[in-house]
């Protein structure tokens, strides 16, 4: 029977109305914060009422500029992006090359490991061992072992007047590379240019455009030079200038050598129109410079040139390349009004106000 009457029951909520202005003025005070809160927070800083997309993109670059060089030695050379410019297929990362170690001539034979000051103590000679080397402590008495440059023959021959070393089958004769130059040799780098074709898509919205934008006509293209006052628009950038806006300098940086980030952000809001969406660029160093932890320092590598002498002797030259890596970074992120994420922001703001609503 209590059963019957619960079914046939009614059950509301009874309205109280306080007058007190206290309590009255702390309920408008949370209404308030919690409006502020969805018009300030959600609808400016978030834009929740919008779908957002990563953007993707394709990056070719292209280096312009001619060094000279004149190193004794080598005589006089004029290099040109076939020779500085590594890969040469213009990708978004791209080398160019500053300084160098070039070790001319080499032939397949047998030759003095090289004396460094490292090596001082490395002069007992009876035994084949070398001391106080950290990177010959794989060797062992037969003399068999891969050193860093070459295969032990076993014997000890003179490397200079005063000095022995052992003697190794490598490329020869062996790179010395302690002594780099102070001053990068390729100093005139610093005025080559690159050009930067970035093209770039959202997806989701159909849209694509890229940095060389429609207002730029081919006869400005070619003259004109990236400067983020007057021509803050011109693909084409100034190494220096580049490596500048990152606060480094670029005869240090060159060097030793560095990577350079050139970032474009192409982070839009596309309820505005569509020529408000370009790139935005901006440079940083991407390697580590921190002073205190500064082991194995710059960027380089090695490679060789190899040609055959009139006697049929295969021979190389061998360049320790010391250079800047340029990596081109694209990144953003678009936002369009949507209708789905609007109502459900709404939605859960009107939640949150029926939460301090009386009932
Ligand atoms: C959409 O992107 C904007 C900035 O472009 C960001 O503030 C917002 O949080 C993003 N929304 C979502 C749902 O990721
Ligand atoms: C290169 O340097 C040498 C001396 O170091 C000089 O005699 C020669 O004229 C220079 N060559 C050029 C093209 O400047
Ligand atoms: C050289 O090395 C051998 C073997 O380690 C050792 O017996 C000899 O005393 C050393 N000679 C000198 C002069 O240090
Ligand atoms: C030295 O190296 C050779 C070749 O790798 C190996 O055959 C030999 O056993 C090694 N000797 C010792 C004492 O480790
Ligand atoms: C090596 O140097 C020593 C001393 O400087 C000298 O007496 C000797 O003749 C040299 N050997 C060769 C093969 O040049
Ligand atoms: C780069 O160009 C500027 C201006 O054209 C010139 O003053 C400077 O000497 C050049 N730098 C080098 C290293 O040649
Ligand atoms: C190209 O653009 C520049 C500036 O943007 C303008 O001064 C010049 O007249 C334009 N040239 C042509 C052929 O439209």
């Known amino acids: 029977m209590a059963c019957l009457r619960c079914w046939v029951e009614y059950e509301t909520a009874k309205t109280i109305v306080i007058r007190n202005k206290v309590v009255g003025s702390v309920f408008r005070l949370i209404q308030f914060l919690i409006i502020l809160y969805v018009i300030g927070y959600v609808c400016v800083v978030q834009k929740s009422y919008q779908v957002n997309d990563s953007v993707i993109s394709t990056v070719t670059t292209k280096v312009k500029g001619t060094g000279f060089t004149n190193i004794s030695g080598l005589g006089a050379h004029v290099w040109d992006v076939a020779d500085y ?44 061992k070398y001391f106080d080397l950290p990177v010959f402590d794989q060797l062992n008495a037969s003399g068999h072992i891969t050193l860093l440059k070459g295969i032990q023959t076993g014997l000890c021959v003179n490397y200079s007047e005063t000095v022995k070393t052992c003697e190794v089958l490598s490329w020869c004769p062996l790179e010395i590379d302690t002594d780099l130059p102070e001053n990068p040799l390729l100093a005139g780098a610093e005025n080559f240019t690159v050009l930067i074709k970035n093209t770039v898509t959202y997806p989701k919205f159909n849209f694509h455009k890229r940095n060389i934008l429609p207002d730029v006509n081919s006869s400005y293209l070619k003259q004109c030079e990236f400067n983020r006052i007057t021509d803050p628009h011109c693909p084409i950038f100034r190494l220096k200038d580049m490596v500048a806006e990152a606060e480094e300098d670029f005869q240090t940086m060159a060097t030793r050598g560095g990577v350079l980030g050139i970032l474009i952000d192409w982070s839009c809001d596309l309820d505005f129109p569509e020529h408000y969406c370009g790139p935005k660029y901006s440079f ?28 049929d002797v295969e021979t190389r030259t061998l360049i320790k390349a010391y250079g800047i890596r340029f990596d081109v970074i694209v990144f953003g992120t678009a936002g369009k009004f949507n209708i789905v994420p609007t109502i459900v922001n709404v939605g859960a703001a009107l939640t949150f106000l029926s939460l301090v609503s009386p009932k």
């Open 85 to 128: 410019n590594i890969p040469p297929e213009g990708e978004s990362s791209f080398f160019v090359l500053t300084n160098m170690i070039i070790t001319p001539n080499q032939m397949q034979s047998s030759c003095p490991e090289v004396h460094t000051g490292i090596q001082s103590q490395a002069k007992n000679l009876s035994f084949t």
């Open 284 to 311: 940083r160093r991407m390697d580590n410079k921190n002073p205190e932890n500064n082991v194995a320092p710059g960027y380089n590598f090695r490679f060789a040139k190899y040609y055959k002498t009139t006697d």
